[in-house]
């Protein structure tokens, strides 16, 4: 049973069409984040829900909106798709608090060409 | 500023040796330090990890070293094998609710039979 699933696994699409990349958690976890992992595999994190309001929001593009419409959901929406958007985006989920333990899903490739 | 500096980049061990990766972080006030492990293709996943009260863990053949005066926690992996080629990430988080994880660049460890 997965802990941290992803739809869709790999994404091709082209510059300036929007797109949408789905996450769900079994978990029971309160908090989920989307990272954006670029060609030389460095992890960034993108934004931040507990309990579906929105805690972290990094220096990301207005182009990219998160939602969250339970707690066990964190989608992201991709607007205007650039080459530079190219990457491997991961959503995790944790329990929150002083629990530090961190469950990534596997991750869903987005080819801009 | 990168909170989280990880070193070496890559790493090539042969079977049987030890694997060292290097963290050093800026932050004190972070309160958790994970490391994770990477297949290709695959999202991280938590390898080990410490509280900084701690001055070791040991968990089979991974052992987290942790400095608090120094700033540097490490992982070393005993006895390594080829299964144990990956990417290794070091992390660290804050203390706060919003549970946001700093990671560093990543070292890709290659074990030679």
């Known amino acids: 049973d997965t802990a941290v699933s992803q739809t869709p696994k790999y994404l091709v699409t082209q510059m300036g069409n929007d797109k949408s990349i789905k996450c769900e958690q079994n978990l029971g976890h309160d908090t989920m984040y989307w990272y954006k992992q670029d060609s030389k595999k460095f992890l960034k994190i993108m934004f931040s829900?507990?309990?579906?309001?929105?805690?972290i929001n990094e220096t990301v593009p207005n182009r990219f909106s998160p939602k969250s419409p339970d707690k066990a959901h964190l989608n992201l929406h991709i607007n205007s798709l650039e080459l530079g958007d190219s990457a491997v985006y991961f959503c995790?989920?944790?329990?929150?608090?002083?629990?530090?333990?961190?469950?990534f899903g596997p991750g869903t490739r987005l080819t801009v060409l | 500023q990168q909170q989280v500096k990880q070193s070496p980049q890559s790493l090539i061990v042969q079977k049987g040796g030890i694997s060292i990766i290097n963290c050093a972080y800026e932050n004190t006030a972070f309160d958790y330090f994970p490391w994770y492990q990477q297949f290709p293709g695959k999202g991280p996943a938590l390898l080990i990890a410490i509280r900084p009260d701690v001055s070791e863990k040991k968990e089979g053949r991974f052992t987290i070293s942790f400095n608090k005066s120094a700033k540097q926690f490490s992982l070393h992996i005993m006895d390594s094998q080829p299964g144990d080629s990956a990417t290794y990430f070091c992390a660290a988080k804050t203390p706060d609710n919003f549970n946001k994880f700093y990671f560093g660049s990543g070292t890709k460890l290659n074990v030679k039979p």
């Open positions: 829900y507990n309990n579906k309001e929105l805690i």
């Open positions: 995790a989920s944790s329990l929150g608090g002083t629990s530090g333990e961190q469950f």
